[in-house]
């Protein structure tokens, strides 16, 4: 089972938070995909980050998080929203407090309602190259890009460019644009993996 936790790529986090959101305010409905969510600490994360910075507009934003779950343990995993003590130590106390109580089981916390609502979970192969929908604010894709091939990682980011509506797409930092999509990407900042949709 893949091993996350929540909070786990901050910067990534402060840049949506700083440059993605006060976008995002002026849409009715907010639609984003976390493709590559494993268990659901990363969605759930950013989830929180919304909910912090958007008040009452958070109650528009619906996060679609897929993986292709060979496991097929993902779905309830995220549904209950439970998860162990090591994999919600590093998030912040006031942050912790706020969002987490104790769960039935042992040292282990369940997420607010409010927060489990805004993430949904569906079992998705980016490989099909079919995204789960269109109209979406941002996508996020982490963790993932790395494992296919370079023509693969090209024909998966095209679709995502499809998917998005004047959005932004956010991946890890060791994964840098293909120079063949120049023309539809553009970094937001010189030296973070943070992009917005061209065209």
């Known amino acids: 089972m893949a091993f996350t936790y929540f909070f786990r790529d901050m910067q990534t986090l402060e840049m949506i938070r700083d440059y993605v959101i006060s976008e995002m305010r002026s849409s ?21 980050v919304l909910r912090e910075n958007m008040g009452m507009t ?11 779950d060979s496991s097929n343990l993902f779905g309830d995993i995220i549904k209950k929203g ?8 590093r998030i912040p106390k006031d942050l912790f407090e706020k969002y987490f109580s104790p ?3 042992p040292d282990h916390f369940i997420i ?3 927060i489990r609502n805004c993430v949904s979970f569906t079992k998705h192969d980016l490989l099909d190259l079919k995204p789960i929908r269109s109209g979406l604010s941002l996508i996020m894709c982490k963790n993932v890009l790395l494992h296919l091939k370079a023509e693969e990682r090209v024909e998966v980011l095209k679709m995502f460019h499809d998917a ?36």
Not at 58 to 68: E, G, L, Q, S, Y
Not at 82 to 89: C, D, L, M, T
Not at 176 to 199: C, H, T, W
């Open 82 to 89: 439970i998860y162990p003590r090591e994999q919600v130590q």
């Open 164 to 199: 998005l509506d004047n959005g932004y797409f956010a991946t890890e930092q060791t994964q840098k644009m293909p120079e063949q999509l120049s023309d539809k990407f553009e970094p937001v900042l010189a030296n973070a993996q943070l992009y917005r949709k061209i065209g």
């Open 103 to 105: 769960a039935d089981e």
């Open 112 to 114: 607010s309602e409010e």
């Open 58 to 68: 958070f109650r528009n934003v619906k996060i679609h998080a897929t993986d292709i």
């Open 28 to 48: 009715r409905y907010i639609h984003i995909w976390d493709a590559g969510c494993a268990m659901g600490p990363e969605p759930y994360s950013l989830a929180i």
